[in-house]
């Protein structure tokens, strides 16, 4: 390949699940990779498997819960002009309930989930935007949609990766820059730990067969990506029922039901 047409992907939590399968995925595609995650061993295996695609990988040990790793990594971004490509994926999860919950890995979770891509974000926007090319996937969750489900601070971090993304797409598109918001349910990866072996099985999807429909997306375009969601026009009726409130969601005078217009 001309040393002037290759392409860099940045892909965080590249050490396993997800984010190991886009490594191998994008080295398929003939991109050269940068491998973010604390992990040290397991980083350099992605890496060579990758390797063996024909591209170059590197790999940069950053744990996005320190902010001068974080600030390392934006930088990386706002200045390698041959990054064309951004995996904001690495994320963990959280224990039900907010009661009692421990919150400090919460705070933990939201410096992961939320701090850092959206620092991560906002420097690749800011340089593909310049340079008028460029894409964008942040790595989502269905519980984005279903709060009810899992642990509402998880879920309320996964709701801001989709917002700022449907956001993101609206400001960065004009500039050629894609975004893509990806939304996954249950997937096999270690992110559920032992829980995830009491799954029922026809929830769970392999990591691999999920970054194939989630690239198969990014390639339609899609600005958000469901891979499990049968029917497309699902979410384009739920995404219609939202802009039917737009109108209505702020008004001069409160509704009729509060009984508090002014006379
Ligand atoms: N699995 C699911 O069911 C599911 C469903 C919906 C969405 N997701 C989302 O998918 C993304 C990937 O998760 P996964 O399922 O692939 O889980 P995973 O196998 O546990 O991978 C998580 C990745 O994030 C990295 N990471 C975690 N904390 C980090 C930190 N402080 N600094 C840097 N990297 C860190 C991990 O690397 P190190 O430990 O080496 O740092 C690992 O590479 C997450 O954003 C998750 O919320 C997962």
Do not use: C
């Amino acid at each position: 390949m001309n040393t002037y047409s290759r392409k860099t992907a940045l892909i965080t939590g590249a050490s396993s699940g997800i984010g190991a399968v886009y490594a191998d995925r994008l080295a398929r595609r003939g991109y050269d990779l940068i491998l973010v995650a604390r992990d040290a061993a397991r980083l350099t295996a992605v890496a060579e498997a990758a390797t063996r695609h024909g591209v170059a990988v590197e790999t940069i040990r950053a744990d996005l819960n320190e902010a001068t790793d974080v600030r390392r990594v934006e930088e990386r971004l706002r200045t390698d002009s041959a990054v064309t490509m951004l995996v904001n994926n690495a994320g963990i999860g959280a224990a039900p309930g907010l009661a009692n919950a421990n919150v400090d890995a919460l705070e933990q979770m939201i410096q992961v989930n939320v701090t850092a891509p959206t620092r991560l974000a906002a420097a690749a926007a800011t340089a593909f935007s310049a340079a008028e090319r460029g894409t964008i996937v942040n790595i989502s969750s269905a519980l984005a949609l279903a709060p009810e489900l899992f642990s509402g601070a998880y879920s309320g971090t996964k709701a801001y990766i989709l917002n700022l993304s449907i956001s993101l797409r609206q400001e960065v598109a004009p500039r050629g820059v894609q975004v893509q918001a990806v939304l996954p349910g249950a997937t096999r990866t270690a992110f559920w730990g032992p829980a995830g072996e009491s799954l029922p099985a026809e929830m769970v999807m392999d990591a691999e067969e999920l970054v194939d429909a989630a690239l198969a997306g990014l390639d339609a375009g899609e600005d958000v990506t469901i891979p499990s969601l049968p029917d497309r026009a699902d979410w384009d009726s739920f995404n219609a029922a939202r802009g039917r409130l737009g109108p209505n969601l702020s008004r001069q005078h409160a509704a009729d039901r509060y009984g508090k217009t002014a006379a």
